[in-house]
């Protein structure tokens, strides 16, 4: 069970919202970059997963070289620090249209793959460092859940703008470049909503997270 009296705390609160952007905004938004991948540009299964491989592999390498450099740092920088690229990363892909390839994501996948790399490893230990000691184990469960929480809540909300965008177009006419430039158009919405809030977020977890005294 969780104990609601920790959401008193501003640090706690904070950190639980940050989870759940962070998984929204980083990782929700492939789902639709898939469906472009592959319905408009063609790309197999396959192919259109490794247009997404420099995101991860980005940050596993920033999350094994910064983690040593981490610990002694207030958790509210890398974590503030993290979601300000996420967003900045999904913000440079907000650049597509109708003639856009596959090579028009990778710029920003790479800054995504910074954030992601600096913010996911201090995320369970701030949250740790939030509460007091004896709520530990419910606050690591806490963060966990609200991380599933944003991705789910992530593909449902841009699920909306994406089947505005997609719909129309493919109602309104059979025409391939339309439909193009609605796919287009449906992920610049998207990454445009997640890179304002992720940008948004950073700021509060450098504003209001502090750790447990």
Request: glycine share 10%.
């Amino acid at each position: 069970l969780l104990d609601l009296s920790l959401f008193r705390r501003a640090s706690f609160s904070t950190l639980m919202a940050v989870g759940v952007l962070l998984t929204a905004c980083a990782f929700a938004p492939f789902v639709y970059a898939q469906l472009w991948l592959q319905s408009v540009l063609g790309l197999p299964a396959i192919g259109a997963g490794l247009v997404l491989l420099p995101m991860a592999g980005v940050a596993f390498v920033v999350a094994a070289v910064a983690g040593r450099f981490l610990h002694g740092m207030a958790a509210r920088w890398p974590l503030g620090a993290g979601m300000i690229l996420i967003g900045a990363g999904s913000l440079l892909r907000a650049v597509l249209s109708a003639s856009s390839g596959w090579a028009s994501l990778v710029a920003g996948l790479v800054v995504t793959g910074v954030g992601v790399g600096l913010a996911s490893p201090v995320l369970v230990s701030a949250a740790l460092a939030a509460v007091p000691r004896p709520r530990s184990g419910m606050a690591s469960g806490a963060i966990n859940t609200f991380r599933q929480i944003g991705y789910a809540l992530g593909i449902a909300a841009f699920g909306s703008v994406f089947a505005r965008h997609v719909t129309r177009a493919v109602l309104a006419s059979p025409d391939r470049h339309l439909v193009r430039a609605a796919y287009a158009t449906a992920q610049n919405d998207i990454y445009l909503l997640a890179g304002l809030a992720a940008v948004a977020c950073g700021l509060l977890a450098m504003a209001l997270i502090r750790p447990e005294r």
